[in-house]
Every structure is written in C-alpha cells, then in structure tokens.
C-alpha cells in the first residue's frame, strides 16, 4: 500500500494516505524521510527543507507560501503556510 502522494517531481511536499507516528520512516524517491512529529492521514510533509517565503509546491502547482521555515519530515498546515487562495 503507498504510504503518500507525490505527483509531481517539483513537489516539496506529500500528501500523507496514512497516519504517521514522530519518527516513522517513510521510503521516498529521495530517501529515507525521518517525520519530526505526528502526521494525521491526508496532511502534508515537507520533503525538503523550506525556507521562509518559500513557494509550497503540492501536484505541480504552487498552493501556498511559508510563514516560517520548513524543516524537512515537518507537517506543512496552516500554522507554516499562507494559502494562495486566501
């Protein structure tokens, strides 16, 4: 069973099809992937590092800008990001 989507290879966040325990490792295309904290199902990870202002890239398409910096294996939710859409 896939653990997360990722649709797009400009992507810097996944989406979570599972709940996620802090430190569960997740296998990636870009390896191993420590998670920081807890992921509730159908939430987004941060793949990489995000820095503030950065653009979060989620299916190809820019969805939102960071309001802090992202570290990698992060949750990426309203409390780190400005929706674009607001």
Do not use: W
Request: glycine share 4%; with cysteine; aromatic share 8%.
């Amino acid at each position: 069973m896939r653990q997360y989507i990722q649709l797009h290879p400009d992507d810097n966040v996944v989406v979570a099809l599972c709940r996620f325990q802090k430190h569960d490792v997740i296998d990636t295309v870009f390896g191993p992937l420590r998670l920081l904290e807890d992921i509730p199902p159908y939430f987004k990870v941060a793949m990489r590092d995000i820095t503030k202002e950065d653009r979060i890239i989620k299916y190809g398409m820019c969805i939102g800008t960071s309001t802090e910096n992202i570290i990698r294996g992060q949750l990426v939710h309203t409390h780190n990001i400005c929706s674009n859409y607001l």
